[in-house]
């Protein structure tokens, strides 16, 4: 395996297209983002043009105007922010805010919710404010209980919530989740959380990136940065074609971080497989069939989950969390395995056809919470990420909260404690794969017997 990867190549390689169904469906970029070739200087370097990053780069160029350059190693969006399922929802972190309540304190956990519902409104804003057509569908998120016993957590969850936050969000029966949502198979009942919606994330990250370039930003696609150093008042960053000498940097890859770029950031970060399916339009009555009623999010209460929305078109979206083989061949395992799961929870689409299929990489930090904050003394080199699978939302309002602060203005946003400053350094970090295989297999048996 190259330095740097967990993972089989593969996944990795910029210069392979993604398969996925956004990339049949979006409109092409629109604006120039050439390799950097030759030496340049910015003001502030951004690695990573996903969500993030272009909203970084935005709101630099759009409120501060500074000079700021985006460098992603695929095309833009090429990442997590142009492949995932198109969430706009609560989550990016793996505590429910009953957990971030004990462990950090109730009025901590009630400011990353504030946090999460300013993300999603902010991510909303955006699109208004920027012309972009997100395909947005659907409103708020049922969380599913795959199993009777999970019902009783979801109640929990509710309690806390209310405790915490002062809302009080239904919780179904399985009969009222069948009157009035859809019918599937291992479904208890579910939560009905009434914030987010789904969208088009290749449409917005390249919106995204239409409107940083219009205020002025610079974008660079296929420019993989192989080497940052510290050089004078700021870091110069080598690419295969030039470099880039920036007083301040921020890295916003994510799941495709490679390792190596910098020390204080190696070794925190943990890249996870994500699976998604999408199926050919399904019909009014094929929809009617399995009771489907409305655009809805689905999310099940699996440590591994499942995610589920019908888009915009009529195709069924469904997701899968899980697997450590990033091979081509485990690929194919993978989907078929993911066909047989979505023909058990909606017997009756088990025949519908599949016509998109890809996967990506999700990002888990040690702690389980998203991270933003310094890596240098200096405050000059900056990360932002650990989104945990849930990061349309969250990665475009920390990227503004990562704008304001390089430029040395007030955060738009309040963060709570546990998210302000780099992620911890996982135990034993060349034995990371090692663990989430295991955490993998008993996963397996808490959502089997549980």
């Known amino acids: 395996m190259p330095r740097g990867q967990l ?78 399922g198109g969430f706009c929802v609560l989550g990016s972190g793996k505590r429910s805010l009953g957990e971030l309540a004990r462990r950090y304190g109730a009025e901590e956990a009630r400011r990353f919710h504030q946090l999460q519902r300013a993300a999603i409104a902010l991510v ?77 994330p290749l449409r917005f990250v390249r919106g995204l990136a239409a409107a940083a370039a219009r205020h002025d930003a610079i974008l660079h696609s296929g420019t993989d940065v192989v080497e940052l150093r510290r050089e004078g008042d700021g870091y110069r960053l080598r690419t ?34 994500s699976s998604i399916v ?56 993978r989907i078929a395995w993911m066909r047989r799961r979505l023909a058990g929870r909606f017997p009756a689409w088990a025949g519908v056809e599949v016509d998109h299929a890809w996967w990506g990489l999700v990002c888990l930090a040690y702690d389980r919470v998203p991270h933003l904050g310094p890596l240098d003394e200096g405050r000059a080199l900056w990360f932002a990420g650990a989104y945990h699978g849930g990061g349309v939302a969250m990665a475009t309002a920390l990227g503004r909260v990562a704008a304001a602060r390089l430029a040395g203005a007030r955060d738009p946003f309040p963060l709570p404690g546990f998210m302000d400053g780099a992620p911890p350094r996982f135990p034993l970090p060349s034995l990371r794969l090692l663990g989430l295989r295991a955490g993998y297999i008993a996963a397996q048996i808490g959502d089997a017997c549980l």
């Open 7 to 84: 993972y089989h190549p593969s996944i990795h390689d910029h210069r392979a297209p993604v398969s996925s169904y956004w990339e049949a469906t979006a409109p092409p970029l629109g604006v120039a983002a050439a390799p950097l070739d030759g030496e340049r200087r910015c003001e502030v370097a951004i690695v990573g043009g996903g969500y993030t990053g272009l909203s970084a780069a935005l709101h630099l160029a759009r409120e501060h105007g500074i000079d700021c350059a985006v460098l992603e190693a695929g095309p833009i969006g090429w990442g997590a922010s142009g492949r995932n």
């Open 124 to 200: 909303e804003d955006l699109a208004r404010d920027e012309g972009i057509d997100l395909e947005a569908t659907g409103r708020g998120e049922l969380l599913v209980a795959h199993r009777p016993a999970r019902l009783a957590a979801l109640r929990r969850q509710a309690d806390e919530t209310e405790a915490i936050t002062g809302e009080r969000w239904p919780l179904l029966s399985r009969a009222e989740l069948q009157e009035r949502h859809v019918r599937m198979e291992e479904a208890a009942g579910a939560l009905a959380v009434p914030h987010g919606f789904g969208l088009h």
């Open 240 to 273: 295969a074609r030039g470099s880039l000498r920036a007083r301040r940097v921020l890295i916003a890859t994510n799941g495709f971080y490679r390792e190596g770029l910098t020390r204080r950031l190696d070794g925190c970060l943990l890249p996870a497989l």
């Open 278 to 333: 999408v199926t050919r339009p399904l019909s009014a009555a094929e929809r009617a069939a399995q009771g489907w009623r409305a655009p809805l999010l689905l999310a099940d209460t699996r440590t591994l989950l499942f995610y589920i929305r019908l888009l915009r078109d009529g195709r069924l979206l469904f997701g899968a969390r899980g697997g450590t083989d990033a091979a081509p061949a485990a690929f194919a395992r």
